[in-house]
């Protein structure tokens, strides 16, 4: 029987592209000479007051022209309420933007990305859309900057099906296309409507949540990872069913000396690979992810490569040149034991999925 259409809600495909592009914003336009991008928030009365709204919009355009070159360096997980685990990613590629007369922000972009569904096992799409935000930022009494990009309206986005993995719906996808399609949509408008908060304190951190986080609050997440010398990447929970892999990046790691801090702990499968692969490799294998319905080797070996074992904490610091690179979560069977057979639409494959609560931090090698 063909489950009817949820109603999803689907997690950053701007919040988390935009990140880098808000902490680029207030490093270079809120500092103004002085050593704490925060210092605006010294004067939080006259910032904050409604009347000052145009000086607001006016401090937050200076640093707007790096929004569309961070967006398309970062992915945004996807997941399915009520379940936080996330089910795929959208890796945007091509944005546009634009400031609007009335200080809004216009953003189109496009992308391609993979998701899980029972029904279909791993599908792949392409996705456009355009979205107008209404931004503004206030400072909390602590001087932490609460940029806002509240949403003002969305285009119908353009979600399209590139592969579904299971055989039989593959044979029938005349019948699913238009549910899986309808499904795409809800995923990509539900995010889109909800906006997003980015939160830079005064020691220059960032964070970040979906929709408008009231002003003090803090969001929460699987790990709260601290470290003075660390910048959390990402601290999320992902599920990669059986036979499937999930891409974690593009992270940025700047300068020597460096490392990339992983912090993991698995349920469910009795282990999962991680692996650590560079952009441009990470890219090649991803591509073969998206093309394929089943999954293969990745395109080239990964520079590291390690496995996460059922309720055992995981923690490693892997030392890095500068670079950009993809962490892999993998669980596909070990080398020389064949993946599940596939079986009919309505029959069920074999799944044991890992799920992966994990935190990604860059700091200094030890």
Not at 155 to 173: C, K, N, T
Not at 194 to 213: A, E, M, R, Y
Request: hydrophobic share 40%; proline share 9%.
């Amino acid at each position: 029987m063909l489950v009817p259409p949820m109603r999803p809600r689907a997690s950053a495909i701007l919040p988390f592209c935009t990140v880098l592009c808000a902490v680029s914003l207030f490093s270079l336009t809120l500092a103004s000479g002085a050593c704490s991008p925060n210092a605006v928030c010294k004067l939080a009365g006259p910032i904050n007051d409604p009347s000052n709204r145009k000086l607001r919009r006016d401090i937050m355009s200076l640093g707007l022209g790096q929004f569309c070159e961070q967006m398309t360096t970062r992915n945004a997980p996807l997941t399915l309420a009520p379940d936080p685990s996330v089910i795929g990613r959208f890796f945007p590629q091509h944005c546009s933007q634009q400031v609007l007369d009335n200080g809004d922000l216009w953003v189109h972009f496009d992308g391609f990305g993979y998701a899980w569904t029972s029904l279909s096992r791993k599908v792949t799409f392409t996705s456009a859309a355009t979205i107008q935000y209404n931004q503004d930022f206030k400072c909390a009494d602590d001087n932490a900057i609460y940029a806002y990009f509240d949403t003002r309206s969305v285009s119908p986005p353009d979600f399209r099906l590139a592969q579904i993995e299971q055989p039989g719906a593959s044979l029938v996808q005349n019948w699913i296309a238009p549910y899986a399609d309808n499904f795409g949509q809800q995923m990509v408008k539900g995010e889109l409507g909800q906006g997003f908060t980015v939160i830079q304190d005064t020691g220059g951190s960032t964070d970040f949540t979906v929709g408008h986080l009231p002003l003090g609050q803090r969001p929460s997440h699987p790990y709260q990872a601290h470290g003075s010398s660390r910048v959390t990447y990402e601290s999320l929970r992902t599920t990669v069913h059986s036979s499937e892999r999930d891409f974690i990046g593009p992270i940025k790691v700047d300068g020597s000396g460096r490392a990339l801090y992983l912090q993991m702990h698995l349920e469910g499968a009795p282990t999962a690979n991680v692996f650590i692969v560079p952009k441009a490799e990470g890219d090649a294998s991803l591509q073969l992810y998206f093309q394929y319905g089943t999954v293969g080797p990745l395109a080239y070996p990964p520079r590291f490569s390690d496995v996460v074992t059922l309720g055992v904490e995981y923690q490693r610091a892997v030392p890095i040149p500068a670079g950009m690179y993809y962490v892999v979560l993998d669980n596909t069977p070990p080398p020389g034991q064949p993946a599940p057979a596939a079986v009919p639409l309505f029959g069920v494959v074999a799944d044991t999925p890992a799920m992966v609560n994990y935190a990604i931090q860059i700091g200094d090698a030890p």
